[in-house]
Nanobody, 124 residues
Framework: QVVESGGGLVQAGDSLQLSCVVS????????MGWFRQAPEKEREFVAA????????VFTDSVKGRFTISRNNNERTMYLQMNSLRPEDTAVYYC???????????WGAGYLEVWGQGTLVTVSS
């Protein structure tokens, strides 16, 4: 099970941290990542972190503003979002293994796990 939290309503330029807690699986074995889906748009990749936390990938639109991290002991992944923009408004999803590995160019992966999403709204 994967559960996201931390979404909310903020103003442009503000910061927000999303969390993703994984239960029931060996968290530390899998690459983890974040995707988002804005209204009337397709889901898109945002960021990925490998199993050890020493390799990360970001989509161009968030580079320099977002950071991704994980704490394997606490089975938790984070997305720190700074300098938020209205175009960052979306439902943010936590994902594990296959979709993350594919988006980051890390191979095929095995499992496919998604959270239920958390809404981030950035007002102008």
């Amino acid at each position: 099970q994967v559960v996201e939290s931390g979404g909310g309503l903020v103003q442009a330029g503000d910061s927000l941290q999303l969390s993703c807690v994984v239960s029931g699986r060996t968290f530390s074995q899998y690459p983890m990542g974040w995707f988002r889906q804005a209204p009337e748009k397709e889901r898109e990749f945002v960021a990925a972190i490998n199993w050890s936390g020493d390799s990360t990938v970001f989509t161009d639109s968030v580079k320099g503003r977002f950071t991704i991290s994980r704490n394997n002991n606490e089975r938790t992944m984070y997305l720190q979002m700074n300098s938020l923009r209205p175009e960052d408004t979306a439902v943010y999803y936590c994902a594990a293994d296959r979709p993350v590995a594919a988006a980051a160019g890390w191979g095929a992966g095995y499992l496919e796990v998604w959270g239920q999403g958390t809404l981030v709204t950035v007002s102008s």
